[in-house]
Every structure is written in structure tokens, then in C-alpha cells.
């Protein structure tokens, strides 16, 4: 009798773990991103579930090895969903894709050693093109023309670029002009959610540039570093980066969408070292083109910008060349810590490569490789993920008439802010 009621004990079990909803997954999915949280500091990117949750993550500290094996467990569970449409099929895509990232990244903090490309395939969905130093070298001899000169193009270039360094007593109203532009020209596209607000601080001493602390309910804590200089193209950059339509804006909607209005609990925790980090960074850059065309930002910077910077705005087309020419060199940024996270390069062929090929300011190269050190293949969302956005935003305009086409790229745009899409489902 005793054999029997522990045998049906134990198939009662086996049905139960068999029977594990999306819903169930979700929820001990939250529960492990937190637990990594306590092994590995900058994992929990934004947080803003129940708190108890985030006290008893604290409180239990589970092993590295008893985290990897709820994450094999859900892994499992979740790859025995069936969608019962296309939203639940995107959600279960999500949960496995995330879940496939955590298990590297437990890995990881274990000791694993992954390739670049192979760590960057694991983690954020994607691998990034390489090129050799001739390809680059054909761009930087485009930005040699525009700046014509004695000394080397580095430091023409420095010597150029300090005329738009904006000064320090003058940070605050830039940004707070650039941000409110950026806002403006979001709302006029996307319904916001309401009550939606930020703080924005200027702190030092940080291996980024500027950084959205989502501190759930709409809000954020929006921080921008100002031990190097900040020149005047960056006021734009990080105000749509940072806010709108960039990550302020994508974790708001994510919270409206998914978490208030469906209930999908996953998307009140942002594992940093995921999928969603390449949506997150790549729309976040992809936001600056959305908000503003090449035309309107140059007017904008030039008439108000410039003048509350105490710049000269007749500098300004020449300078918005030079940014367009820099930004083509972006993916030797990934080639850089690719080279130097594998070791083929010390740290000083590394600064080489990033001041001579990349054009890199000389001063902040060494802040770039602390960030290499800090966040690895992280690097790839910034100019994949946003080459990867675009792409997919663009495939849905249809339209040719300019006013039609951009009303189609603001919907598209707002469709993958707000849901679980991720890399290699914009292809």
C-alpha cells in the first residue's frame, strides 16, 4: 500500500513539473535573474517587482550551481510550451532566449571562458561583423580630407573637436534643452505613458558615458558622466539615448504593456548581460534618428544648442559632417574589444587601434577599455542593435510620401518597444 500511494505521490509530481505554465516560468524566471544578482553586481539592471522578492533573493543566496540548475529546469519547462498565439509564441521566444543568456552568464561567473563571437551569439542573440584595419582606414582617409592640417589626424582631430566642448556651467541647460526636445518629438508620435518623469544628475568617475537607472512606475534616474568632455553633438545623442524615445521611454512601455496591462512578469526585472539589452541599446541609438532627421538636428543644435553652449554655430555643418563620417567607424569598437578581451592585443596595441582606427578621443580611451573590462561583448548592442532596429523598423514603411512614411516608422518603432521581440527575430 505504502509502495502505491508514494508511486502515484510521485507521478502526481511529474504531472505537476510537467504542467508548468508560461506564467509559472516567468515567475521563477524573476526569481533567478535576482538571485544571479546577488553573485554578480551589475547584473539587475532595473528592478521593480514586489521588494520582498528582491529581500528574499538577499536573504537565501543560492549557490551558482543550485541557480543553474532552476535555470536548466526552466529552460526545460518553457521548451514544452505550446503558443496559443502569436503574442504567447513571442513571449515563450522570449522567456527561452533569456533563459538560454542566463545560463551562460551563470556559466561565466563560474569560470567559463567563452570567444568573443561565441559569448556575444549566448548572451545578446547576435554576432557582429569584423573588419580587418584597410577597411577602416578607407573611412578614417574621409574624415583626413574634411580636417586638413599639420600634425597627425588625432590630433587634428582633438584640436578640432575642443572647439565644441561644451562648458561645464553650461551642461545643465544644454541637456535640459536637448531632452525636452527630445521628449517633444517623441510625444508627437507615441502616446507616453501618464505621469512619466526622470531626474537627471551629472556624476564623475564612471566608465560610461551616460546611464537610465528605470526605477519603475515611469521614472527614471537619468546620469550623465562628466569627468571628459562632453561636446555639444552629445547633448542630442544621450537626451534620446537616455530618455526619448530611447531607454526611459522602452522601459516604460515595456511596464505599461506588459507588465501592468498583461501581467507578464518577466519584464519587471532587466537582466543587464541578456537579449534584451541589444533591443534596448540598438533602439536606444536608432531613437536619435527617429527624433530627429539630419536637417532638423542641424537646425536644432545651431539655433539653440550652440548659442546656450556659447558656441559658434557657423562651425556647426562643418562639425555635423565630421559626426557622420565618426559614426561609420563605430564597429571598430567591437573588432577593438574583440581583439583585446581574447588577448591578441595588449592594452597599448589596444589604444593604438582605438585613437589611430577608431578615432577614439586619446583621453577616454582608457575609460573605453575599462568598459571592455567591465562589460565585454556588451559592446556589440550599441552598433548592431541599432543597424538590426532600423532594418526592422524600416521593413514595415510601406509609404512614399515622407509625412506618411515617418507616421509608419514611429508605429513600427513603438510595436518593438513595446513587446518581447529580440535579435534574431528582426531578421
Avoid at 551569439?121 to 554576432?127: F, G, K, S
Avoid at 504593456?257 to 532587466?270: C, D, G, I, P, T
Wanted: charged share 25%; hydrophobic share 45%; with cysteine.
Amino acid at each position: 500500500m505504502k509502495k502505491i500511494v508514494l508511486g502515484g505521490l510521485a507521478m502526481l509530481m511529474a504531472g505537476s513539473a510537467m504542467a508548468a505554465s508560461v506564467q509559472d516560468v516567468a515567475e521563477r524566471y524573476r526569481k533567478l535573474v535576482l538571485a544571479i544578482g546577488q553573485h554578480d553586481a551589475s547584473y539587475v539592471d532595473a528592478y521593480y517587482g514586489p521588494p520582498e522578492l528582491e529581500q528574499q533573493a538577499a536573504q537565501d543566496k543560492q549557490s551558482l550551481a543550485s541557480i543553474k540548475a532552476g535555470v536548466v529546469a526552466a529552460q526545460r519547462d518553457i521548451a514544452q510550451q505550446k503558443a496559443a498565439g502569436a503574442d504567447e509564441a513571442l513571449r515563450i521566444e522570449f522567456l527561452a532566449k533569456q533563459l538560454k543568456a542566463m545560463e551562460a552568464r551563470v556559466e561565466m561567473l563560474e569560470g567559463r571562458k567563452f570567444s568573443f563571437d561565441e559569448e556575444t551569439a549566448l548572451l545578446y542573440d547576435a554576432v557582429t561583423p569584423h573588419h580587418d584595419r584597410a577597411y577602416y582606414m578607407a573611412l578614417v582617409a574621409q574624415v583626413d580630407k574634411l580636417l586638413p592640417g599639420e600634425g597627425s589626424l588625432p590630433e587634428r582631430l582633438k584640436a578640432f573637436r575642443a572647439k565644441f566642448a561644451i562648458p561645464k556651467d553650461r551642461l545643465k541647460p544644454v541637456f535640459d534643452a536637448a531632452i525636452a526636445a527630445c521628449r517633444e518629438r517623441t510625444a508627437a508620435f507615441m502616446a507616453l505613458p501618464q505621469k512619466e518623469s526622470f531626474v537627471l544628475e551629472f556624476v564623475a568617475n564612471k566608465p560610461w558615458s551616460g546611464y537610465n537607472w528605470y526605477k519603475g512606475n515611469a521614472h527614471s534616474l537619468i546620469q550623465i558622466n562628466t569627468e571628459f568632455p562632453i561636446y555639444i553633438e552629445r547633448a542630442v545623442d544621450l537626451g534620446c539615448h537616455e530618455g526619448y524615445p530611447g531607454h526611459h521611454v522602452y522601459n516604460a512601455l515595456l511596464e505599461q504593456a506588459l507588465v501592468k496591462q498583461r501581467n507578464w512578469v518577466e519584464f519587471s526585472v532587466y537582466p543587464l548581460y541578456s537579449p534584451m539589452s541589444l533591443i534596448a541599446e540598438g533602439s536606444a541609438n536608432y531613437g536619435i534618428e527617429m527624433a530627429f532627421t539630419d536637417e532638423e538636428r542641424l537646425a536644432f543644435e545651431q539655433k539653440v544648442l550652440y548659442p546656450l553652449a556659447g558656441l559658434d554655430p557657423a562651425l556647426a555643418p562643418q562639425y555635423a559632417q565630421l559626426m557622420k563620417l565618426l559614426g561609420k567607424l563605430s564597429y571598430a569598437d567591437n573588432d577593438a574589444a574583440q581583439a583585446y578581451l581574447e588577448g591578441k592585443w595588449t592594452r597599448e596595441q589596444t589604444i593604438e587601434w582605438l585613437v589611430n582606427v577608431a578615432l577614439y578621443p586619446p583621453e577616454k580611451s582608457a575609460q573605453r577599455l575599462s568598459f571592455y573590462d567591465a562589460n565585454r561583448g556588451y559592446v556589440i548592442n550599441y552598433n548592431l542593435g541599432k543597424d538590426l532596429v532600423k532594418a526592422w523598423v524600416e521593413k514595415h514603411v510601406t509609404a512614399t510620401d515622407p509625412v506618411a512614411a515617418r507616421k509608419q516608422r514611429w508605429e513600427a518603432f513603438k510595436t518593438l518597444l513595446s513587446s518581447p521581440r529580440l535579435a534574431s527575430g528582426l531578421r
